[in-house]
């Protein structure tokens, strides 16, 4: 279908957008890479009467690495994520990551601002924020304000983000001594959304996790940061051990039923990709043997 | 509410003026406004990729982005590519190995693995698949067109299939 009516107005500066969602509140639509609001426009699930234009807006742009700071503007496009050496250098898993969101024309086009602020459970950006522990950077007419990434989805396509503010940069903090990172996801084709997702960042110190963020996607309202990597914290895991927290994921996730999966197969992959990131980050293939997919 | 815009691009070499609706997308502007109608339209939210084109060089999906959108923007389709020469190769590659039946997709499948080829000159199969991964073909069951692009591929670097 086609997208219906709607006014457009290019914005000239963030101080000028925030100004327009000012006025039109709910009635306008932020349009940055357009790879999300766009399909839900010509599929007229969303009619906007105001359109405004912020990809033009230079000061959005751009990658800054500062006092162990990486900061991203919103219009950075996929396609610089992943070509970008200082993303490769102190944020590696986005490196690996973007690979996976969707199809190079689309990362040619969307921007990491458009896909965090869209909020879809399934895609990558979201969990990887969380997983990075990012935090949102958001302008309003009343200023600035800082929320991390883990309180920032709030639901399926919801967020923090009130309709009159701007998601304008995300902050992470650089890779620290030690650092790894895990991202595999299942999908029906290589771009496609994924049934279920992992992204994982770690501090591995010998042979054991010193800190482990184990971020789900695609099983539940939001990226979901999973308790169970608690008993993988600063212990020798063992099998047994492994398998008490293939148990406590299994039990925290309440993954949705939809035509790609059933709820029992989301489980069942969550467990799989928990196997497999451990087994890879710790270098024992052997704990993800007997467990497949 | 709803006024036209002006907007002002560059489309395979010439110089367009025109005035239109923001609704309008890029796909439907060069096929209804320019009459290039090699630019296909199939899903309209950006899955087939039927409707690729480049701009400003990349490639992307002219549903998926307004006309006013490329304002100022130098837009390039597939009777751009075709007419210049630049994938005449690669069109007889597709011939050649029977890549196409309806032809429905080909428009955006050669501008996808042109894309690919002008990153990655010699790209091993699996490359190939994941570049095209987001055009759709319903016809050929793929292993032809990835033939097609690697052949291609490979003669442009002069080494033998």
């Known amino acids: ?293 | 509410m709803t006024a036209h815009v002006e907007i002002s691009l560059d489309v395979n070499g010439e110089r367009v003026d025109a005035h239109v609706l923001p609704r309008l997308n890029l796909a439907d502007f060069l096929r209804e406004h320019l009459q290039l109608t090699g630019t296909h339209v199939g899903c309209e939210h950006g899955v087939c990729g039927a409707c690729t084109v480049r701009v400003n060089g990349d490639i992307v999906r002219s549903c998926l982005m307004l006309a006013v959108q490329a304002d100022n923007a130098s837009v390039e389709t597939i009777e751009g590519l075709s007419d210049s020469g630049e994938i005449a190769d690669l069109q007889a590659a597709f011939r050649d190995r029977n890549a196409l039946q309806c032809g429905f997709c080909t428009p955006g499948m050669l501008m996808a693995a042109q894309d690919l080829l002008r990153q990655c000159p010699a790209p091993d199969r699996e490359q190939i698949r994941e570049h095209l991964s987001g055009n759709y073909c319903r016809c050929t069951g793929y292993q032809a067109i990835i033939d097609a692009v690697e052949t291609t591929a490979r003669a442009r670097v002069g080494t033998k299939p």
């Open chain 1, 1 to 293: 279908m086609k997208a219906s009516a709607f006014s457009y107005a290019r914005a000239t500066s963030v101080v000028n957008a925030l100004e327009l969602l000012a006025v039109h509140g709910d009635d306008a639509k932020v349009l940055s890479g357009g790879q999300s609001l766009m399909p839900a426009m010509n599929l007229r699930l969303i009619s906007p009467e105001l359109i405004v234009d912020i990809g033009g807006i230079a000061e959005l742009k751009g990658i800054a690495v500062r006092d162990d700071v990486l900061t991203i503007g919103a219009l950075t496009r996929h396609v610089d994520l992943q070509r970008s050496p200082e993303i490769a250098t102190h944020a590696p898993l986005l490196t690996e990551a973007i690979a996976h969101v969707a199809h190079p024309a689309i990362r040619n086009k969307g921007t990491i601002g458009g896909s965090l602020a869209h909020a879809d459970p399934a895609s990558e950006l979201p969990a990887c924020m969380v997983a990075l522990d990012a935090t949102i950077v958001i302008r309003g007419q009343s200023g600035e304000r800082r929320v991390p990434a883990r309180d920032f989805f709030t639901g399926i396509y919801e967020t923090a983000l009130s309709p009159d503010e701007l998601l304008t940069a995300v902050e992470l903090p650089v890779a620290r001594k030690n650092s790894a990172h895990f991202f595999c996801e299942f999908a029906r084709r290589h771009g496609d959304y994924a049934i279920v997702g992992a992204a994982v960042q770690a501090i591995v110190e010998g042979d054991r996790f010193a800190d482990l963020r184990l971020v789900f996607f695609a099983v539940g309202d939001r990226p979901v940061l999973a308790g169970a990597a608690s008993k993988l914290i600063n212990v020798a895991v063992t099998p047994e051990i492994l398998s008490d927290a293939s148990a406590a994921l299994e039990e925290e996730l309440d993954p949705p039923e939809d035509q790609q999966a059933t709820p029992s197969m989301r489980r069942h992959l969550a467990k799989v990709l928990l196997s497999r990131c451990v087994a890879t980050l710790l270098g024992r293939p052997g704990l993800a043997a007997g467990v497949s997919a």
